[in-house]
């Protein structure tokens, strides 16, 4: 438990820090919250679960170009295979966002380079299992502008490493400030 305290913690530093740092570049910082669909595949076999999780994240603009953003989500359902309940505990990272603006800025196109930590749960037979991986991650996404409703679109590879991978889609809502 305290590390997850300390993991929390570092995370939040780390999320002010490049927001702080991108503020002092560019000026513009953005936060956003975003549900999601992750999907979780065992290679060599045919196990793959299907989670629903709930994302935060926090970021700066680099340049009009570029934003650094770190994010943070939970689990809010997971799936039973075989007997076995999975559940996502936690998936933390930080990210490098390149992108272009198009139509005066209300769709941004982009892709998502970082790292992805993600902690799983897996339960069942009186058994309970929790193991976490960290891999390179790769996304593509949009934020787009309708009227005045700020919309996130995404696909993710979080993680592939070790025959576990975990991606999936997320749609939500970026605000600037």
Same mark, same amino acid.
């Given at each position: 438990?305290?590390?997850?305290?300390?993991?929390?913690?570092?995370?939040?530093?780390?999320?002010?820090?490049?927001?702080?740092?991108a503020?002092?570049?560019?000026?513009n910082?953005?936060?956003?919250?975003?549900?999601? $669909?992750?999907?979780?595949?065992?290679?060599?076999?045919?196990?793959?679960? @299907?989670?629903?999780? $709930?994302?935060?994240?926090?970021g700066?603009?680099?340049?009009?170009y570029?934003?650094?953003?770190?994010?943070?989500?939970?689990?809010?359902?997971? @799936?039973?295979? %075989?007997?076995?309940?999975?559940?996502?505990n936690? =998936?933390?990272?930080?990210?490098?966002?390149?992108?272009?603006? $198009?139509?005066? &800025?209300? !769709?941004?196109?982009y892709?998502?380079?970082?790292?992805?930590?993600?902690?799983?749960?897996a339960?069942?037979?009186?058994?309970? !299992?929790? @193991?976490?991986?960290?891999?390179?991650? $790769?996304?593509?996404?949009? @934020? =787009? %502008?309708?009227?005045?409703?700020?919309?996130?679109?995404?696909?993710?590879?979080?993680?592939?490493? &070790?025959?576990?991978?975990?991606?999936?889609?997320?749609?939500?809502?970026?605000?600037?400030?």
């Amino acid at each position: 438990m305290k590390t997850m305290k300390y993991l929390a913690t570092a995370m939040m530093i780390g999320m002010f820090s490049v927001t702080a740092f991108a503020e002092g570049i560019h000026g513009n910082r953005y936060a956003g919250l975003s549900v999601g $669909l992750m999907e979780g595949e065992v290679s060599g076999s045919t196990v793959d679960v @299907d989670i629903n999780h $709930l994302e935060g994240r926090i970021g700066g603009y680099i340049n009009e170009y570029l934003a650094a953003e770190g994010r943070l989500g939970l689990g809010i359902t997971g @799936d039973t295979v %075989q007997g076995v309940d999975v559940d996502l505990n936690y =998936l933390v990272g930080a990210y490098v966002r390149a992108g272009v603006p $198009l139509s005066n &800025n209300m !769709v941004f196109p982009y892709v998502l380079l970082g790292f992805t930590k993600i902690e799983a749960e897996a339960s069942g037979f009186g058994v309970t !299992v929790d @193991d976490d991986e960290t891999d390179a991650s $790769l996304g593509l996404g949009v @934020d =787009l %502008q309708l009227g005045k409703l700020p919309i996130a679109l995404e696909y993710v590879e979080y993680v592939d490493k &070790n025959k576990v991978s975990f991606s999936g889609f997320t749609v939500g809502l970026k605000f600037d400030f």
